[in-house]
């Protein structure tokens, strides 16, 4: 199975995929892989969730790192990790489920806002935290000040980033950036794959050049 540190060295980006019915939501997955995506979480809140995972983790997207989010409790973090997350994404600090992913052993990102937040995510084990949302917070430039005093914390900034700003944040010290509705559009609801994947080949391309 692809690891988180895998996927992320691949492409530091994770596609955050939230929708309210599960009809495309295996061919959303195929065609972020197919971009270049290699690191996704599917929302325990998306109607057929863990069938998605099972499904991914189970041979269904080779080469990638098929995680849960939006993981509230410790009973749901075991549902998520049998059916195959390879790690968990939290919307807050819950030493619950931080806990039960160490228990579990799998990597744990909570989600936190302020400094205080953030540092009590990696001290209850985090494996990184989830900077949420991260435009409200004041954007790559919050992210830079934050890493000032606390640079041993990988930081994944999450919300209100749009493929263009990618590279800022990378450029500001992101171990990488969570992509929500910027990335994933209607693709969930209308099933308009050629669309998802003409934003995620620009993303992938956008995230390489920044690179040289």
Request: include cysteine; hydrophobic fraction near 50%.
């Amino acid at each position: 199975m692809t690891t988180l540190d895998d996927a992320l060295a691949a492409l530091p980006v994770i596609a955050i995929i939230r929708a309210a019915a599960s009809r495309h939501l295996n061919a959303v997955l195929e065609t972020l892989a197919g971009a270049g995506v290699r690191a996704m979480e599917v929302t325990m809140t998306t109607p057929g969730a863990a069938e998605a995972i099972r499904w991914a983790a189970g041979g269904g997207l080779p080469g990638v790192a098929i995680g849960a989010g939006t993981v509230l409790d410790a009973d749901a973090a075991r549902q998520a990790v049998e059916a195959g997350a390879g790690y968990l994404i939290t919307p807050a600090v819950l030493p619950e489920v931080i806990g039960e992913g160490r228990r579990l052993g799998v990597p744990v990102l909570p989600g936190a806002f302020t400094p205080t937040e953030i540092l009590r995510a990696w001290s209850q084990g985090a494996a990184m935290v989830k900077v949420f949302p991260a435009g409200a917070a004041g954007g790559p430039g919050y992210i830079k000040d934050v890493r000032a005093p606390l640079p041993q914390i990988p930081l994944v900034p999450t919300g209100g980033i749009g493929i263009g700003d990618v590279p800022g944040y990378l450029r500001a010290g992101a171990r990488a950036v969570g992509m929500g509705s910027p990335l994933l559009g209607d693709a969930c609801a209308d099933g308009d794959t050629a669309a998802l994947a003409a934003r995620a080949e620009r993303l992938v391309e956008t995230v390489r050049g920044s690179d040289g």
